[in-house]
């Protein structure tokens, strides 16, 4: 840490931008603003509000680093890996974060062992600072050295443009003197600013230190809080540092392969415990199975002796089950057309007969009328087949409507899922041109009605395939 009169500060606005973009255009300003200086750095502070929303960075550097050449020469003779390179104002901003004013517009007067070091800051972002010796350290003369340093660092604001004169600014002074009231009194009697004097001692407890290390050394307290942490802008080159991220990596490395060593013992001693539990659960259920087995043997050498074997009986109960499975009966071709006979009470049955059989051109050949008639043709038949005889009720010689009838029972057999096929296979009028027609016109009561008999046949489709249609498709049948 660094803290020298041997340093600049510089605002500079910049377009917005990100990533390497932004990066190489820092490095090219630097290279502008401090040409030849190594220590350099750029802190970002704000993004503008107006139309652009530029980016507003706070250039750092120091001017002259030859004070400290032995300290960079024998940390390299010691071979250990540097950090970095810090300004100590840059550091303030992070102290008075810690002391919750970093509100408005400041100015830190700090009284270090190198001096009085003055900052200005604004909304708790740096702006510019400088070092000032004092020349004495007697108590009586310490608040005039401040009240002539606050005015001058007051000026020298008014002068950069950094404050206007309505700028309410605040000053906070940072000392271990006895004389901090009368200084604050002093500045505000003055000066008409607003003062508050804070005693090292405070600072010291609210940052965790001994209050007696930080009287002696105030910087200390900058020490502490950027090794917590707290860092601002690195000024040392990439050069520099390389050592030290390497060492870096490589210390994380090192941790990660300790941490993966230590969970991987964690679960691989979680793994054996369980292991060893898994197999005590498995000897007590192995020793529960014997007990189990040898009440088995006492209970079972006291059943009764059966007539036949238990092989005799599984071998029977198969059996009955796949003759259960080929049962056939009239039932599904019955439910089918009582649902649709019942939506056309038109329509009045006079005989069905049902047939198992394997071919589909099965022929009704049989001529009783008035009976349900059932056949087993085979046992291992795949098809129902369905004869329906019947007469359209209360036929009064309209022959198209009759038609129509049939037909319409005819579609309403087919559109159901387990209906395969359905075809007319009498019409429930004589079409053929062969036939001759006879009657009688004169004598209308003695006229004989003839009846509208119609008969169709139908095939049901296998069980395997009805049982494999949707439910729901089976729920929309009526």
């Known amino acids: 840490m660094v803290d020298a009169q041997e340093e600049d500060f510089h605002l500079e606005t910049l377009p917005h931008a990100s990533g390497t973009a932004r990066k190489e255009m820092l490095q090219r300003k630097l290279n502008q603003v401090y040409r030849g200086v190594t220590f350099r750095a750029a802190q970002f502070l704000l993004r503008e509000r107006d139309k652009r929303k530029d980016d507003r960075f706070l250039f750092v550097a120091l001017t002259n680093s030859e004070f400290f050449q032995p300290w960079l020469e024998s940390i390299i003779a010691q071979q250990a890996p540097l950090a970095g390179v810090y300004n100590l104002p840059m550091t303030s901003q992070f102290l008075l974060q810690k002391l919750k004013l970093s509100a408005g517009d400041i100015l830190l007067s700090e009284q270090l062992s190198s001096g009085l070091r003055q900052s200005y800051l604004h909304q708790g972002k740096l702006r510019v600072s400088r070092q000032v010796k004092l020349p ?16 001058k660092a007051r000026l020298y604001l008014l002068s950069q443009r950094l ?12 000392t271990s003197s006895s004389a901090a009231e009368r200084i604050s009194r002093d500045i505000q ?16 407890r609210q940052i965790g230190l001994p209050p007696a290390h930080v009287q002696q050394l105030p910087e200390l307290m900058h020490m502490h809080l950027m090794a917590r942490g707290y860092r601002p802008a690195n000024l040392a080159p990439v050069s520099m540092i390389k050592t030290h991220r390497l060492e870096f990596v490589r210390k994380s490395l090192v941790a990660a392969a300790l941490v993966i060593a230590s969970l991987g013992l964690l679960f691989s001693l979680l793994y054996l415990g369980q292991a060893i539990d898994d197999a005590q659960e498995i000897q007590q259920l192995v020793a529960d199975t014997r007990v189990q087995e040898q009440r088995y043997q006492e209970a079972a050498n006291n059943f009764p002796q059966t007539p036949m074997p238990g092989l005799a009986l599984e071998t029977a109960a198969k059996v009955r089950e796949s003759i259960h499975a080929q049962e056939h009966t009239p039932r ?22 049902w047939v198992l059989s394997t071919d589909p051109e099965f022929k009704d050949e049989a001529q009783a009328m ?7 043709i085979s046992n291992n038949a795949e098809l129902e087949l369905g004869f ?16 129509e009838s049939v037909h319409r029972l005819a579609e309403t057999l087919k559109a159901n899922p387990e209906v395969q096929y359905v075809s007319i ?4 009028v004589n079409v053929s041109s062969y036939s001759s027609l006879q009657g009688s016109t004169t004598d209308e009561r003695t006229a004989q009605r003839e009846k509208a008999v119609f008969k169709l046949k139908l095939v049901l489709k296998p069980r395997q395939e009805a049982e494999a249609l949707p439910l729901a498709t089976l729920e929309a049948q009526p």
Do not use: W
């Not at 007697?138 to 005015?151: A, G, I, M, N, S």
């Open 388 to 403: 329906v005889t019947g007469e359209i009720r209360g036929f009064s010689g309209n022959y198209r409507a009759a038609l």
């Open 370 to 376: 008035g009976a349900i008639q059932a056949s087993g």
């Open 136 to 151: 004495t350290e007697d108590p009586e003369q310490l608040p005039f050295l401040h009240l002539v340093e606050t005015d």
């Open 163 to 174: 404050i206007a004169r309505d700028t309410a600014l605040k000053v906070v002074v940072l």
């Open 425 to 428: 296979v009498q019409q429930p």
């Open 332 to 353: 599904r071709m019955m439910q089918i057309l009582s649902a649709v006979l019942e939506q056309m009470p038109s329509i009045e049955l006079q005989r069905l007969r």
């Open 189 to 204: 009697q003055e000066q008409g600013l607003e003062c508050q004097a804070i005693n090292l001692a405070t600072v010291a």
